[in-house]
Structures are given as C-alpha cells and as structure tokens.
C-alpha cells in the first residue's frame, strides 16, 4: 500500500497497523514456542537416552544409575517421609547462611564505607581471605564449633560474606558523586549521605547479590554436610557413595537441582518485588 | 548594609601526589545583596574551586569567607547550590527530589512543603509531582533542580554552569526563567559559565579570572540598560555586542598570558 493511499483512508490506516501489530505479537509467540519446545525436547532427551543407554547396556547402571529407578527412589522415599528431616536441614542451612551471609557482608561493607581508614587497612586481608578456597578452613570449623548446624552455617557463611562485602562496597563507592555532592551542599550528615543517596542508590547491587549468594550458599552448604553431616541432602550423597548406591546419589542431585532452582526463583521474584517498589 | 558574600585574601592550594599546585591566589571580593555576578575566565582559572569555597564544600588554604557577615565553616542551607546537570535522585518522584533539601535541614512542614509545590507550578511543572526523572526532558529536570535548590529558601544561589548541557533554546528559556525568579525573590547569585554571552546577558557585574594562579584581571560593570532587561532581549540591545568583544579580547589576552 502506497504512503498517499494510507492518508486518503485514516479507517484502514489504523487497521493496517493493528495488523501489522497483530502480526509482530504472532511472530514473537511463535519464537517463544518454538524456544520452549526445543528446550522440552532436550530433557525428554536427555532423559530418554539415560534410560536406553542403560537398559542396552551402553552405560553402567552401577555407576550412573537410571531414571526410572531415581524417582522410584526419590517418590518412595518420599512417601516413607525419611527424605524430609534431610531435605529440611539442608534447605534450612542454605536459608541462615544466605540470609546470615547477606545480612554480615553488607553490614561489613557499610562499616568500611564508613571508615576509609578501616577500609584501606582491611583492603589487603579481604583480598586474600576472598581469592582463598574458604572450603579448606572446613576442617578448622569443624574443631571450633563441633560436627553439625553451626559449623555448616559457618562454612557457608565464609564463602558468602566477604564476595557480598565487596560487590556491596564497590557500588557504594561507584554512587555518583555528584550526587553526594548535592546533599552535601545542603549541610547533610554522613548519616543522611549514606541513608538518603549511598544506600538508596546501591539497592539494586544489594539486591542483585542475593542472587549470587544463593549458589554461593548451596556449595557452602553441601561441602559442609560432605565433611560433617549425619543429616542432610549432602550427607545422602556422600552416604550413597560409600555404600555404592548410586541411584541414592543421583536422587539426591536431582532433588537438590529441583530445590536451588526453586530458592533461585523465589529471590528473583523478592528481587522484582523490591525493585519494583523504588 | 554589609555584602552577602565576602572574600578576604583567598587563597586554594590543590594537594597533589606529584605536586601542589596555587588554584586561587590571594582573591578578595564582595557581592551585594541581590547582585547577580558572574565569574569567566579561560579553563584552569579556578572558577569552580571559588564557587565550591563559597558553598562551604572546600576549606580554603588561607583567608577569610563569610556569607551574610557569618564566617563560612561548611556547607548551609542559607547557600544553595546548582551543578552542571540536575543530578536528580532516580528513584525519587520530582516532588520528593524537590523536597530533598527541606527533609536535610529539618525543616519539612507542612508549609514549606506546600511552598514547594507551589513553586514547581510557577515553573510550569505542575502535575509533574508524582512523575520519575526518567520520565522528563533535559530541561525540565534542570528545573526541577533550581526548585530543589530554591525550596530551603536561600539567600545565596551559587550557579555552576547550571545550564551548558541544555540545547541551546531551553538553555535560553531557562536563563530567561532563572533571572526573573532570582529577581523577584531578591536571591544573590554567583554564576559560573564559560559562556560570555549569557554572562552578559544575565549579570549585572561580570568578574574575570586569570589563570596560573587564579586571580580577579577584569571586573566589567554590565550598563543598566543591559541588566534591566531579559536575557533574551538583552542580547539584542546596543552595548552587548561591544560588551561582548571587549570580554572577549580581554579573556584572549588572559588565555595566552596563563600558558
């Protein structure tokens, strides 16, 4: 249609573009079908070629196990209820290491803010404690606060809390500074500098570091169940490993995928919920 | 009656890892009350470093500014100051970020909130209250901003080239919009810009500085013709253009001296 024929008829000019409208809202939905089609048909795969791979012998059961096997193993443990005091005490030590990390590191990260002294002083120690493996202190925790709960939190909260200072304290440091300078100039405190721009302005940084902190805190966690636990998804795996029970490791992945995807999600949401609120 | 601003031997080392160097050397001033002054001079003179001194957010090496016969010690809500861009907060409505001053100083009534909005309607923003700053033009922003600054009520408005990342036609409404709000409440105002021509067209004394270090070279008096009118207009008066070039020829003969 030429551009003269669309003025002539405004009618059919907004049909025309409600058409082609109509036609742009298609073509995206069928984009997306297509991508979660495909993404469908890659479990259903992957899942198909686990089982035939095993039932025809091309992987070893022993080791890999198979899938039919693993949910009857994870429905009827399930249903006998002894998978719960497990999966409880593992998503328990995620959720107080990963509210616990978060909470510490951005109150650290305020209180080197606070004092550049403290903070030009520190800088070196965090660095080393931040490129260690934090893993290998496990056994030390272990000594001081005794096989179980609190040496587990521990470990998580030593992988957590000094990533969360860092990425916290360089986005309080990374506010404009113009925009301090506009508080300044109306004779603002430090408080208000850090409750009215510093803090406001880096929320979304905050925020955004949970979502790290949430796989942070699933490693923390399950190494220190691997060196500690008798409860807990991580103990079942090093359990089933020792006994050879493969099918009892593979379950407890699988659960422990399902569960971290869904702890993910949920801080995605709160993280939607709060930044909408801004 | 006793100048709003008053300069004494002013001096500013900058303090550097490699060197020191002199940005204000030894700079006394004195504006009165409802006077609208303007500092130019080539880059490097220290324009802004003496309007930073004058709101209290840097300490001068050596002498003496007082504000209103009180000597200056930090930053007060009697100074209000104006930078480059609006730097409003994102995440605050317009009406918040106008409030921003009142709720510092502690004096967020009732009142002086209702003044607020009143003064956003008198500078065409109104209905703009519960909006974002994403959600308006350059130029209202920028108005949003003198509002900020104006709603403590200041006695001293300090303008640091508040208008040069507009497009040139806001930048006139707004020097227009500026002038005659200053006029009215009787705010002083001290200006910086690099700008000759809005110099002129909205001062009534243009001071300028010379570099290395920086010092007073000229002080040019603007005719009261010029002043009296709006800045617009002001630019097409007889006087400007002669105004104009003998500015100019005196800042060339600064920028060449100071190299």
């Known amino acids: ?278 | 009656m006793l100048p709003v601003v008053q300069l004494k031997g002013v001096t500013h080392a900058y303090l550097g890892d490699r060197e020191a160097s002199l940005a204000i050397e030894d700079l006394s001033l004195e504006v009165e009350k409802g006077e609208f002054v303007s500092l130019v001079g080539p880059s490097g003179c220290g324009k802004t470093t003496l309007l930073s001194i004058i709101a209290g957010l840097l300490k001068p090496s050596l002498g003496e500014v007082s504000v209103s016969g009180r000597l200056i010690q930090g930053p007060s809500p009697e100074v209000g100051y104006m930078l480059q861009q609006d730097y409003l907060f994102p995440w605050r409505t317009i009406l918040d970020n106008a409030l921003l001053g009142l709720e510092l100083t502690g004096n967020l009534t009732a009142e002086a909130r209702q003044n607020t909005v009143d003064l956003l309607a008198d500078m065409g923003l109104a209905g703009k209250e519960k909006a974002y700053p994403a959600q308006l033009s350059g130029g209202m922003r920028q108005r949003v901003a003198l509002v900020r600054t104006l709603a403590t009520n200041p006695g001293l408005l300090l303008l640091d080239e508040p208008f040069s990342a507009l497009d040139y036609q806001i930048k006139l409404q707004l020097e227009d919009l500026v002038s005659e709000t200053l006029r009215r409440r009787g705010t002083t105002a001290v200006l910086v810009t690099h700008d000759l021509s809005e110099a002129i067209a909205v001062s009534s004394r243009v001071i300028l500085l010379q570099r290395n270090p920086g010092r007073i070279r000229k002080i040019f008096e603007v005719p009261e013709e010029i002043r009296s009118t709006p800045p617009l207009y002001a630019r097409d008066l007889p006087g400007f253009a002669e105004l104009f070039h003998e500015l100019w020829k005196e800042m060339e003969l600064a920028g060449r001296e100071g190299q």
């Not at chain 1, 551009?3 to 073509?27: I, V, Y």
């Not at chain 1, 997306?32 to 012998?57: C, D, I, K, P, Q």
Request: with cysteine; net charge positive.
């Open chain 1, 1 to 278: 249609m030429s551009r003269n024929g669309l003025n002539e008829m405004p009618n059919s000019r907004a049909e025309w573009l409600q058409q082609k409208h109509q036609d742009f809202k298609k073509q995206k939905r069928r984009w997306s079908s297509r991508v979660m089609a495909v993404r469908a048909s890659l479990l259903v795969l992957f899942f198909f070629f686990w089982e035939a791979g095993v039932r025809l012998g091309w992987i070893d059961e022993l080791l890999f196990s198979y899938p039919t096997k693993v949910l009857r193993q994870i429905w009827s443990d399930m249903a006998s209820g002894s998978l719960w005091p497990h999966l409880g005490m593992t998503v328990g030590e995620t959720a107080v290491g990963f509210v616990l990390g978060t909470l510490l590191g951005t109150l650290l990260a305020v209180i080197i803010w606070w004092s550049p002294f403290l903070s030009a002083v520190l800088d070196p120690y965090m660095v080393v404690f931040n490129s260690m493996p934090k893993v290998a202190l496990g056994p030390i925790f272990i000594v001081m606060f005794g096989a179980g709960f609190t040496a587990i939190v521990i470990t998580t909260l030593s992988i957590t809390v000094i990533i969360t200072t860092l990425v916290v304290y360089n986005s309080f440091c990374s506010v404009d500074p113009n925009l301090i300078k506009v508080v300044r100039s109306f004779g603002a405190s430090r408080v208000q500098e850090f409750n009215k721009v510093i803090l406001p302005a880096s929320f979304p940084a905050i925020v955004s570091t949970l979502k790290v902190n949430v796989g942070m805190s699933w490693v923390g966690v399950i190494v220190g169940e691997f060196l500690v636990a008798k409860s807990g998804l991580g103990y079942l795996i090093i359990y089933g490993f020792q006994v050879f029970n493969f099918t009892l490791v593979m379950s407890s992945l699988l659960i422990i995928a399902a569960v971290a995807t869904a702890m993910y999600q949920l801080v995605v949401y709160v993280e939607k919920l709060l930044l909408s609120r801004l």
